[in-house]
């Protein structure tokens, strides 16, 4: 009995000594890119997983040129315990040069004592790559659902809201998981998933499509900001998205823009063919909806069919719907060419053939979504959207070239706009005598 009485002070010190751990997780943030001249501001996700509350670290800056002194940083608001992942910016005050070097950031310590993780897990590895200037940038959000998937309501929600928040900044993209709607060409991504809602961004970030890292609250709207405000090495602009005479394929072209030279090009672009309006009648239908009386959605607009409705909603109308993918996870080789020059435009022209699409309702409701894709960190450098052009009209001819320029009162676009003259493509003309011709220049 003594000896069970002696080990009990031993016992309760050795808990006292655990309750006192301090632990922080730090995740590899693989690549960050930066300009060439001015004070480095790097992006790390901290995960707490110690006993108590972080309010300060230590950390220290190792790069190919050598290591840091170490530096101290205070929170605004301390990490609380759990499994909630916090992104912290780190500013990086030692100088750092050559073409994407190495720069890890080491949290060396944790309220004043040593950080507690293990060695692999103290540490966040990446590169660091400079260029000229910025690139207008949109973020991709990949929202991954389902109509049979209860919880799923809160990315369809979630997209309302962000896209009001960013509005023309970010490029959302639903796609289905073995429903009514699910298109082709996602497998890779789909491997990447474990349960749904989820969603990704840029696919540099990952989370619940609603509540993001915190799992309380629209912590993805931090998550969709803090994309915005980095920087991008390339510009993305989809040019064109026309029909071919059958309707049933979209010739595509693509303009990117590096802001850096280099030798190799590790990038590519994919592709994904996007459908607004999706409607349909019975089960299969309906989405499944456990937010039904919901204290935390109470008061929101936006989750009141879900919150005021049954387990089963039926009437939806679904957007951003990927009907399909098309190199979605490493691009199309060859759509970007070595060596990469700062400033000069590179072009890429594909043929999406969508004649075994049959999910398909309204060719008018189809937009395309270009990916330029970074094939050594497997993130989306940046993307662009645009409308499918209007379909032919009924009856139009096709020509190679105008029967009597002189007679020419009107020359559109394929997608409607209007234009000075005919260019180099195809050509919606319009004659005196009310004739509308595609004529390919």
Not at 164 to 177: D, M, N, T
Not at 345 to 373: E, F, P, W, Y
Not at 412 to 423: E, L, W
Request: aromatic residues 8%; charged residues 25%.
């Amino acid at each position: 009995m003594k000896r069970q009485l002696l080990f009990l002070p031993l016992f309760l010190m050795s808990m006292a000594v655990m309750s006192q751990s301090n632990s922080i997780i730090v995740r590899d943030y693989r690549i960050h890119v930066c300009l060439s001249a001015g004070e480095i501001i790097l992006p790390v996700a901290l995960t707490n997983d110690g006993t108590n509350e972080v309010g300060e670290i230590n950390y220290k800056v190792v790069t190919d040129q050598g290591e840091s002194k170490e530096f101290h940083l205070r929170f605004d608001e301390p990490m609380p315990v759990g499994d909630e992942v916090r992104v912290v910016d780190f500013p990086v005050r030692i100088p750092v040069d050559g073409f994407m070097p190495s720069c890890n950031l080491v949290v060396t310590k944790v309220n004043g004592k040593p950080n507690e993780a293990s060695n692999e897990q103290t540490a966040s590895h990446g590169n660091l790559l400079y260029v000229e200037k910025a690139s207008p940038r949109k973020v991709l959000f990949e929202e991954f659902t389902a109509t049979w998937c209860v919880n799923c309501p809160r990315g369809i929600v979630a997209i309302e809201k962000l896209q009001r928040l960013f509005e023309g900044s970010i490029i959302p993209v639903a796609i289905h998981c073995d429903d009514v709607m699910s298109g082709q060409g996602f497998t890779n991504l789909l491997q990447k998933v474990t349960g749904i809602p989820y969603a990704m961004v840029d696919r540099m970030e990952e989370g619940d499509p609603y509540w993001g890292y915190r799992h309380r609250d629209f912590g993805m709207e931090d998550i969709v900001a803090r994309r915005l405000a980095q920087m991008s090495e390339a510009s993305v602009e989809l040019k064109s998205a026309s029909w071919n005479e059958a309707e049933n394929a979209i010739t595509l072209e693509t303009d990117v823009v590096f802001q850096y030279n280099r030798d190799d090009a590790p990038y590519a672009l994919g592709y994904i063919l996007v459908e607004d309006g999706l409607h349909g009648t019975g089960n299969k239908w309906a989405q499944r909806n456990n937010l039904m009386d919901n204290e935390e959605f109470a008061g929101d607009d936006d989750f009141e069919k879900f919150y005021k409705g049954s387990s089963s909603v039926k009437d939806m109308v679904y957007n951003h719907v990927a009907m399909g993918g098309w190199k979605t996870w490493l691009g199309y080789d060859g759509s970007i060419n070595a060596p990469l020059v700062a400033g000069e435009k590179q072009t890429h022209r594909m043929v999406m053939d969508i004649s075994k699409i049959t999910q398909v309702q309204n060719k008018q409701a189809l937009k395309v979504v270009a990916l330029l894709i970074d094939r050594t960190y497997n993130r989306i450098v940046n993307a662009d959207e645009i409308a499918v052009g209007k379909l032919l009209p009924a009856g139009m001819e096709l020509t190679q070239s105008p029967q009597d320029n002189r007679r020419v009162i009107a020359v559109y676009s394929i997608d409607g706009r209007r234009k000075a003259s005919m260019t180099k493509g195809l050509n919606v003309v319009k004659y005196a005598d009310g004739r509308i011709v595609l004529v390919n220049q």
